[in-house]
């Protein structure tokens, strides 16, 4: 016999994976790891008996539950796994899967719409990160009010377009490393690079492309299978992460990696991001808003780099390779902080869409390790 676990299956910014409420799957860490493996099917590199899409951006868990803490409305966890690993990360944020939530949680009953837009309020509980999401929550032919997947809003590494949804993060600084800037530097020379060690959500290492022999212009094809850009990044990844008090990062999905070049398009800069041994196709919510930040602080990598406009409200357009990625940075001076700026906002647009609806099928053998 096989066990039925409710889920709803979404796409969330550029990134896709089964939605659970924490109530459905086990309470015990371990059982529900590797429930979370078996639904994904995990490990095998195809994920062929498991909803995974053989990649790390389609190898995501969102699980939601209704908030406790005042003020806040919803808690959500995300789980990071990989096609050929038997790990469960829940220790990263994932900013693209945040934009599921509110969809999931109205789907789901959680909350309820409050008028033609409903903003709730979203404590990501791997890096204890809240952030206001907005939704379109119209009234539909019966009279009910129902989340608007479609609409004209586009964003580069998703097809089509869908009804917007606005993520306002509200205390981003250090969400994983300790403190915005981990080394207490604005820029550090490691393993021979200079690279600028920020986490404004996603903890990152900054380098120019230059700096290791490459134009930071090269196809996602390309930069997979350069087997000696991989290993430099990896060493200097690993030593990094000592540098930003992280530890050990080598079985960890963080710091991740970026590349920065001048921009070509009419962003702020051009980027690859490593998640951290892949090449992203596009770049990360949270890392985009980390790489923003990144380009207002005098001093970093990204000086020389990045073409950012005047004033105290900025639109950061962050290129990657299938488009580009803009955050609204609102900054203020602070000659205590770090650069000399401090940030006081950051925002960004995403869309989301529920695919599917159902049940995630669990073998019995995934229970027996637990009896």
């Not at 659970?20 to 015990?28: I, N, Q, R, V, Y």
């Not at 990263?92 to 709730?120: H, Y």
């Not at 009279?143 to 949804?165: K, L, M």
Request: glycine residues 10%.
């Amino acid at each position: 016999m096989q066990t039925p676990i409710p889920c709803l299956f979404m796409r969330g910014g550029t990134s896709k994976g089964p939605f659970f409420l924490e109530t459905d799957l086990p309470a015990d860490l371990p059982t529900r790891d590797r429930v979370l493996l078996s639904v994904m099917g995990s490990p095998d590199k195809r994920q062929i008996d498991g909803l995974g899409g053989a990649h790390p951006l389609t190898s995501k868990v969102g699980i939601v539950r209704p908030s406790t803490t005042p003020g806040v409305d919803l808690d959500f966890l995300f789980a990071q796994l990989q096609p050929d690993k038997d790990t469960v990360d829940t220790t990263p944020n994932c900013g693209n899967m945040l934009a599921a939530v509110v969809p999931f949680a109205l789907e789901r009953g959680l909350v309820q719409a409050q008028g033609d837009t409903s903003t709730f309020r979203v404590l990501t509980l791997n890096t204890d990160m809240q952030c206001d999401i907005t939704v379109q929550t119209p009234l539909g032919p019966n009279g009910q009010r129902h989340v608007e997947y479609a609409g004209d809003a586009r964003i580069d590494g998703a097809p089509g377009s869908s009804a917007p949804i606005t993520i306002n993060f509200l205390d981003t600084a250090g969400s994983v490393a300790p403190g915005l800037l981990p080394t207490g530097n604005v820029r550090d020379v490691i393993d021979g690079v200079a690279v600028t060690c920020i986490d404004n959500g996603m903890p990152l290492v900054i380098f120019k492309a230059a700096d290791v022999g490459r134009t930071g212009y090269e196809s996602v094809a390309e930069l997979n299978a350069d087997t000696e850009l991989k290993a430099r990044i990896e060493r200097l990844r690993i030593a990094a992460g000592h540098a930003m008090g992280l530890g050990d990062v080598t079985p960890k999905n963080y710091p991740k990696m970026t590349l920065i070049a001048p921009p070509r398009d009419g962003g702020a800069l051009s980027t690859r991001s490593f998640i951290p041994h892949v090449c992203h196709d596009a770049i990360g919510v949270l890392a985009a808003v980390t790489v923003g930040t990144a380009c207002v602080l005098q001093g970093s990598v990204c000086d020389g780099v990045a073409v950012v406009p005047e004033g105290a409200s900025k639109k950061v357009s962050v290129e990657h390779p299938t488009g580009e990625f803009s955050v609204e940075l609102a900054t203020e001076p602070a000659a205590d902080a770090p650069g000399g700026q401090a940030v006081t906002k950051a925002a960004l647009l995403r869309t989301a869409r529920l695919l599917m609806r159902g049940e995630a099928m669990v073998p019995a053998s995934v229970w027996a390790p637990a009896r």
